[in-house]
C-alpha cells in the first residue's frame, strides 16, 4: 500500500485515524482499499497521474524520503495499490480481462509504486506478488508491517465452552470481499449447520449492510447486526468464528480478533493468508 496525502480515507480492514504529518495535514495507509470503487475513477485517476509531478511527502519533513521527492507535488488522495483486487474483479466476471479499465487500472498501480518512496504491505506474500508483477526493484523498498491487534481490548470475558450456539461473520457489509464470502456462506454451508443444529444462530455483524445483506435475515437462524458501536460482546458469546473468503489480499484483521478472543475460527486459505496458524 502507497501513502498519499489528503483526500478521503478509503479502508475496509484498517485503522480509520490517520496520523498526524507536518503543518497539520491527515496522512494514512492504505492497506485495505475499496473493491466495489468506480473503475472510473480509477480512469480518471490514471489522467491526473500523468500530468502530475512524480514523487510523494509533498512539504513534509520525513527524513525517511528521499530528498528529491521533499516539495515536489504528489497526488491527493489515498489509493489501493493491490493488484489483486483486478485479478479477483476478473475471475468473478466483474472486469473483463484485456479491458481498457483493466490496462489503465494495472498502468496506474504501476505508476504508484514507482514513483512512491515506501510500500508497507502486510504480508510477504503481498510484497513478493507486487514485485512479480511490476518489477524487482520495488523490493528495494518495501516493507513489511504485519497487522496487529489490541489484547487489551479484544480479551473474553466468557469462556468458549460457555459460549452460546452462535456462528460469527464480522465485517464491511458494503465491501465485495466481504458480501461475497457471506453470501457463499449462507447458500452453501448454513443450512446444513442448521439441519443439525436447529438452534443455531448465524450473526452477521459490520457496518454499512446492503439491501441483499439485510435480506439474509429472512433466512432461518440468521441475525444482520448493521453499526454496532462495538464488535468485542458479539465476538465474546460466539462459539465460532467463520472468515470464508474466495479472494483479497493481506491479513483479516477479524481472524486476529477472532484469535484473541480465543474463539475457534474455520477460515478458507484466503482468510488465513499472513497468519501463521497450525
Not at 476478473?90 to 512512491?116: D, K, M, N, P
Not at 506478488?129 to 513489511?144: F, I, M, Q, R, W
Request: aromatic share 6%; net charge negative.
Amino acid at each position: 500500500s502507497a501513502a498519499r496525502r489528503g483526500g478521503d480515507a478509503w479502508s475496509d480492514n484498517t485503522s480509520q485515524e490517520g496520523g498526524q504529518a507536518a503543518e497539520g495535514r491527515e496522512w494514512q495507509v492504505a492497506g485495505g482499499g475499496r473493491s466495489d470503487a468506480d473503475p472510473a475513477v480509477m480512469v480518471e485517476a490514471d489522467s491526473r497521474v500523468r500530468r502530475a509531478p512524480v514523487g510523494v511527502g509533498n512539504e513534509v519533513a520525513d527524513p525517511g524520503l528521499a530528498p528529491e521527492h521533499r516539495g515536489v507535488g504528489s497526488v491527493d488522495g489515498i489509493v489501493d495499490v493491490r493488484d489483486r483486487w483486478i485479478d479477483a474483479s476478473i475471475s468473478l466476471g466483474y472486469l473483463e480481462s484485456g479491458s481498457l479499465i483493466e490496462r489503465t487500472s494495472r498502468r496506474f498501480q504501476s505508476r504508484v509504486l514507482h514513483t512512491t518512496d515506501r510500500i508497507a504491505v502486510t504480508t510477504e506474500t503481498l510484497g513478493e506478488s507486487l514485485s512479480d508483477t511490476y518489477g524487482e526493484t520495488l523490493a528495494e523498498k518495501t516493507v513489511l508491517v504485519p497487522n496487529g491487534v489490541d489484547v487489551e481490548r479484544f480479551a473474553p470475558t466468557t469462556p468458549v465452552g460457555d459460549a452460546s450456539p452462535r456462528v460469527l461473520f464480522v465485517g464491511s457489509l458494503d465491501v465485495t470481499m466481504n458480501t461475497e464470502a457471506l453470501f457463499w456462506f449462507c447458500e452453501h454451508a448454513w443450512p446444513a449447520i442448521r439441519e443439525r443444529h436447529s438452534a443455531a444462530t448465524f450473526d452477521v455483524v459490520g457496518r454499512n449492510p446492503s439491501p441483499d445483506v439485510r435480506d439474509l435475515a429472512a433466512r432461518p437462524g440468521v441475525e444482520v447486526h448493521p453499526d454496532v458501536p462495538d464488535v468485542v460482546p458479539y465476538y465474546d458469546r460466539a462459539a465460532v468464528v467463520v472468515t470464508p473468503f474466495q479472494f483479497g489480499g493481506g491479513t483479516k484483521l477479524k481472524l486476529l480478533e477472532a484469535l484473541a478472543m480465543e474463539r475457534p475460527v474455520v477460515t478458507t486459505s484466503v482468510g488465513a493468508v499472513g497468519v501463521d496458524l497450525e
